[in-house]
Every structure is written in C-alpha cells, then in structure tokens.
C-alpha cells in the first residue's frame, strides 16, 4: 500500500519531443505527490508537485497530470531539450499526517534527449 | 549556503568493516533523513529524524544506525559492512511537514563494500 509504481524505467525522446512519465500509486492517504529530478553525480532536487485536489500543474514545459480516480499522475516535458536528459523519480507523501514528512519513492525513469 | 553536504564521496570497505557516513546542514532544518539509492530501486528511506535527538526507522534500516545530537548534523552508521550495503547514499533535510516539506539532497556518497 505504501509503494508508488513508476514506468517506464528508461525512455529515449527526439529534441523537441513530448517525455512522458507515470506514476500509480494505493494508498489514499498520499496528499503531496513531487516530481524530484537527478543529473548524474548530483543528489535529486525538487522540479514540481502537485496536491491531489488539483487535476494539472504546469510550470514552463513541465506539468504535472492527477488523475485521483485512478490513483495515478503523470509527468509530462514538452519540447524536450538535451539539456532534461536526468533521472525523474516521483514520490508520495502524507505531509500533513505527522509522518515526519516522508517521501515514498518510484523507481525512477532515465530520460534520454537526443539532439 | 552550502545546504547539505556529505562526506566522503566515495569509499571502499572490507566486508564486517565499520564507518560513518557524515552529513551537515546549514539550513536549520528540523527534519533529516537517510536513503540509500540502487540501480532500479529508487530511494528507500533507511532513518530520518524530526529534530535533535529524535530518530525514527524507515523502510530498510537494518545493518545501520543514526543519531542526532545537534540540529546540523545526522552520521549514519554502518556497523559490520556487508555486500549487500554497496549503494549511493544521500542525505536530505526539510523544514519540516505541510508546506514545508520540500527535501534537499546532498550530493551522495558512494560505498562500495568488497
């Protein structure tokens, strides 16, 4: 119940291509779900999250698609760049539940942008 | 601000060696954490804490200990190395829940136990 499924594991995008990402998750607790992304050598940092009262976020090229029915949400990158070519994990949380604001993760996706 | 920093970055250990993964914060964050990152896996939370002298298990703390003694720092522990404790490790901080929760990593350590 605490696990977040995330595919695929690896995806290869054209420059200028539209990355998508899914996440499935089962507990109905979650009420924080981010996106964290991780360029080799470097820890992962926060790109964009979402509250589940909200079906889309978008920030620049990168939105965040919830779909709360299904218990699952998205990430979507348009106009891929070179420079996106990272990992993207997404995460669950139940961050007002007094969990000590633990992240449950995915697997992650390794994302590759070709020129 | 440096925001979290770790040491060392990388290191090799003997099987049933023992060693201490150092982790300092300027950010006066009240919650830390451990994960530990496999190829495939993701990040699997080993301990975190929600202030000094507070620590709590997460998924997978067997083989390691923490603990937190001052607001900056949060050493994990690994007592008797083991095969299956070769990972990236990354140490984060928060301010804490609700709003705050957003994580900051540091830049990881990698083990390699031979």
């Known amino acids: 119940q605490q696990q977040v499924k995330q595919s695929p594991q690896s995806l290869i995008v054209q420059k200028g291509g539209i990355s998508i990402i899914n996440c499935a998750y089962e507990n109905t607790a979650f009420d924080y779900f981010p996106w964290y992304q991780q360029f080799p050598g470097k820890g992962p940092a926060l790109l964009i999250a979402?509250?589940?009262?909200?079906s889309e976020k978008k920030e620049g090229r990168f939105t965040i698609s919830f779909n709360k029915s299904a218990k699952q949400f998205s990430l979507h990158i348009m106009d891929s760049q070179p420079g996106d070519s990272a990992t993207y994990f997404c995460?669950?949380?139940?961050?007002?539940?007094?969990?000590?604001?633990?992240?449950?993760f995915g697997q992650g996706t390794e994302l590759s942008v070709k020129p | 601000n440096a925001g979290v920093t770790q040491t060392p970055k990388f290191r090799i250990l003997k099987i049933g060696q023992s060693m201490t993964l150092q982790c300092t914060q300027d950010?006066?964050?009240?919650?830390m954490y451990w994960y530990r990152q496999d190829p495939g896996m993701g990040l699997k939370l080993i301990y975190y804490s929600v202030g000094a002298g507070i620590t709590d298990k997460g998924e997978v703390p067997n083989g390691y200990n923490v603990s937190r003694s001052t607001t900056e720092d949060f050493p994990l522990r690994l007592e008797l190395a083991a095969p299956s404790q070769t990972s990236v490790y990354f140490c984060?901080?928060?301010?804490?829940?609700?709003?705050?929760?957003?994580?900051?990593f540091g830049p990881g350590t990698r083990l390699t136990v031979l």
């Open positions: 950010m006066n964050h009240n919650y």
């Open positions: 984060a901080s928060s301010r804490g829940q609700g709003v705050f929760n957003e994580q900051f």
């Open positions: 979402i509250r589940p009262d909200v």
């Open positions: 995460a669950a949380s139940m961050r007002w539940r007094n969990q000590g604001g633990k992240l449950i």
